[in-house]
């Protein structure tokens, strides 16, 4: 089927007025973005006064909520494995569940603790890195020499 291009659509010859017929997807679509993890943003640049305020949100209001969404569970936990739990000598299996269950939620909120603060870190670290960065580039950058002209 012959036809040309048209921005993002494919239009067939022939077909004035009955619009697109398929779509191109070997390339971006025009204009900013690109619809990379961006959204659309031309860049990734945010100040440090941004950065500064992404990890105070993290450490009083993220990882505070966190610990205590972790914690909740942990009063109900207890209450369920013990009703279970062998009286008699012999037990509910469900108690010993539970409580595996438990020991897997709460490595899993300590794992996400772990990356909330290296995510903190990152983001307070990061302007010391680039300022370091421009400095050492600074230092390495050779004055002019007489000698270039020759």
Known sequence: ???KAHGDQHIAEGSAGQGAVGMRLNHLPDGPGGGGPTGGKPDLASSPAQKRAAANAIEQHIEPDTKKAGDAAKDQTNAVVKAFDAKDGSGWLTSGAVSKAY??????VQNLMNRLW???SALRGAN???????AGVAAGVRTSSSLDAY
Do not use: C, I, L
């Open 103 to 108: 020991k897997t939620w709460g490595e899993q």
């Open 1 to 3: 089927m012959a036809g």
């Open 128 to 134: 010391r890195v680039f300022t370091g960065t421009d």
């Open 118 to 120: 290296s995510e903190k």
